[in-house]
């Protein structure tokens, strides 16, 4: 991976996941974001599990330096965004420091688990 490259792996099924990923816009224009829906992507989902990273518990953040997940992941995501739009704000309010990160991550890891359950859709 090249330094101005990011790949964000997610729980494609999950609305809140999408949500939270497709509208992301980073801010400096030369940041190459991509996004790898882990349902789809089998390689980049077991290069992730042979790390040890469960995406179960929440989406990855990878680039050449570090593989970040859960909270840090949506705070590492959170501090590159833009804020542009609901969702974007609502995002940075959300994850922009390091300790609202840890405090809102378990509630919205608790409703995609929630969300998974009502849609009938199987875990990772």
């Not at 959170?78 to 969702?87: D, E, I, M, N, R």
């Not at 509630?107 to 009502?118: G, T």
Request: glycine share 8%; charged share 25%; proline share 5%.
């Amino acid at each position: 991976m090249k330094p101005n490259e990011i790949r964000v792996v997610y729980d494609g099924d999950c609305p809140l996941c999408r949500a939270f990923v497709c509208h992301l816009q980073p801010r400096n224009p030369a940041m190459s974001l991509g996004l790898s829906n882990a349902r789809a992507d089998l390689v980049q989902r077991r290069a992730l599990a042979d790390q040890g990273i469960d995406l179960e518990e929440g989406f990855a953040v990878v680039s050449c330096d570090a593989c970040r997940t859960g909270a840090d992941a949506a705070h590492a995501l959170a501090k590159l965004h833009t804020g542009t739009g609901f969702t974007g704000r609502f995002a940075i309010w959300c994850f922009g420091t390091h300790r609202r990160a840890e405090l809102s991550y378990p509630l919205f890891r608790a409703c995609r688990r929630l969300l998974l359950f009502a849609l009938r859709r199987k875990p990772l």
